[in-house]
Nanobody, 121 residues
Framework: VTLVESGGGLVQAGGSLRLSCAASGFTLPYSGIGWFRQAPGKEREGVLCIGSGDGRLMYADSVKGRFTISRDNADNLLYLQMNSLKAEDTAVYYC???????????????WGSGTLVTVSS
């Protein structure tokens, strides 16, 4: 299983970014997958997850209405569209897969190496 994130960068507050995660070694529609982030000095937190099977979405309260998750099943790609970015969204963003219930980092089995998002205020 391999996960490779891309699309991070520097953006001004209020701007947008789209992150991508290229997955291999498993099939997206049949696996739970999500986006997580870790800011300096903080624990890794779940941002958005899609459950396997029914595709149930789980959002962190802090990103509701601003971030959306989607997947391209044909190309095994996962996306995170981030709008109305805030300085507090600054973090390394990771995609991860695993059999989760709560979209918690401790539940995930495989991780990408992350992509840095910096939001300037």
């Amino acid at each position: 299983v391999t996960l490779v994130e891309s699309g991070g960068g520097l953006v001004q507050a209020g701007g947008s970014l789209r992150l991508s995660c290229a997955a291999s070694g498993f099939t997206l529609p049949y696996s739970g997958i999500g986006w997580f982030r870790q800011a300096p000095g903080k624990e890794r937190e779940g941002v958005l997850c899609i459950g396997s099977g029914d595709g149930r979405l789980m959002y962190a309260d802090s990103v509701k209405g601003r971030f959306t998750i989607s997947r391209d099943n044909a190309d095994n790609l996962l996306y995170l569209q981030m709008n109305s970015l805030k300085a507090e969204d600054t973090a390394v963003y990771y995609c991860a897969t695993g059999g989760f219930v709560l979209c918690d980092a401790s539940e995930m089995d495989y991780w990408g190496s992350g992509t840095l998002v910096t939001v300037s205020s």
